[in-house]
Nanobody, 125 residues
Framework: VQLQASGGGLVQAGGSLRLSCVVSGRTISNSAMAWFRQAPGKEREFVASINWSGKSTYYADSVKGRFTISRDNAKNTVALQMNTLKPEDTAVYYC???????????????????WGQGTLVTVSS
């Protein structure tokens, strides 16, 4: 199973970015998907998750109302729309899948068994 994240870049505060993650080697239609991020010198933290059908989502308080996670099971992809970006959103963003769980409430990195390589998001003030 391979996950390929893309869409990161440099954006000014208040701007938007859309991250995408393509999964190959396994269908994600029964699996939870999530985005995590890791800023320099900090631990990897949960950002958002989505259940197998896309009808249930869960967000970290720090991004609630600004970020939206979505998925397209037909294309084996998950996306993260990030609006009203802040400098504190600067981090490497990782997509992950939990192939043993289809819900949306898994927020710990150890609950996810496959990870993408990460895409860097830099928000300038």
């Amino acid at each position: 199973v391979q996950l390929q994240a893309s869409g990161g870049g440099l954006v000014q505060a208040g701007g938007s970015l859309r991250l995408s993650c393509v999964v190959s080697g396994r269908t994600i239609s029964n699996s939870a998907m999530a985005w995590f991020r890791q800023a320099p010198g900090k631990e990897r933290e949960f950002v958002a998750s989505i259940n197998w059908s896309g009808k249930s989502t869960y967000y970290a308080d720090s991004v609630k109302g600004r970020f939206t996670i979505s998925r397209d099971n037909a294309k084996n992809t998950v996306a993260l729309q990030m609006n009203t970006l802040k400098p504190e959103d600067t981090a490497v963003y990782y997509c992950a899948t939990n192939t043993n769980y289809g819900g949306s409430y898994a927020t710990a990195p150890r609950q996810y068994d496959y990870w993408g390589q990460g895409t860097l998001v830099t928000v300038s003030s």
